[in-house]
């Protein structure tokens, strides 16, 4: 098959976005460093900057981030097909894995090496997005704005989890500060660029 197939390259959106779902734990967070390096630095369907504009999309648009960003590279690389089969590629193996554990969830919780695994997961999550953070920091332009933007996020995230409120409504209130800021921000540079 040729690469410059429609039918290859969908089925390749499938089994790359297949890979990633049947390889990645813990949620949608824990697939964007896979992400990333499959559809950017492997297959080059898209660049860095890219990415973080979809993960800020993703993110602020409803449903989960991964399947968000599957779509979006899917419908990039090949249209609508295209967004239909990563976002089946995703999730189809996470669904069948559910399904059949949902079936003996009571037997499989109570299995102490499982247990352990699932600890273990959990950090090595919290590694994969640390190192995703690391990697795409280089696509972020860093001015003032940004700062700014990612200080006072920073401290609200801080604020409401030490004070234990729930988060219903904290990446309501982010993004809108972030809207705010970005705005304000933006028209007192431009004024100061016409004052030059």
């Known amino acids: ?70 779509t979006y ?7 609508i097909p295209g967004a239909i089969l990563s976002t089946l590629g995703l999730m189809v193996p996470s669904f069948v894995i559910i399904l059949g554990i949902s079936f003996f969830y009571d037997e499989f919780i109570k299995i102490r090496a499982l247990q352990a695994i699932f600890k273990g997961l959990k950090v090595g999550v919290i590694i994969l997005l640390f190192s995703a953070v690391l990697k795409l920091r280089k696509g ?8 700014i933007i990612f200080a006072s996020t920073l401290i609200i995230s801080l604020v409401f989890s030490f004070l234990d409120t729930g988060f219903r409504y904290l990446s309501l209130i982010l993004i809108l500060l972030g809207l705010i800021t970005g705005v304000v921000l933006t028209i007192i540079g431009s004024k100061k660029e016409k004052t030059k």
Do not use: C
């Open 1 to 70: 098959m040729k690469k410059n197939n429609v039918f290859y390259q969908l089925l390749i959106l499938f089994l790359t976005f297949a890979k990633v779902g049947l390889f990645t734990f813990g949620g949608g967070y824990a697939m964007i460093p896979i992400i990333q390096k499959e559809v950017s630095d492997r297959h080059k369907w898209i660049n860095e900057e890219e990415i973080i504009d979809i993960i800020a999309i993703s993110e602020s648009t409803p449903g989960p981030i991964a399947v968000n960003m599957a």
């Open 73 to 79: 590279v899917g419908y990039k690389v090949r249209g």
């Open 140 to 147: 972020v332009k860093v001015n003032l704005t940004g700062t």
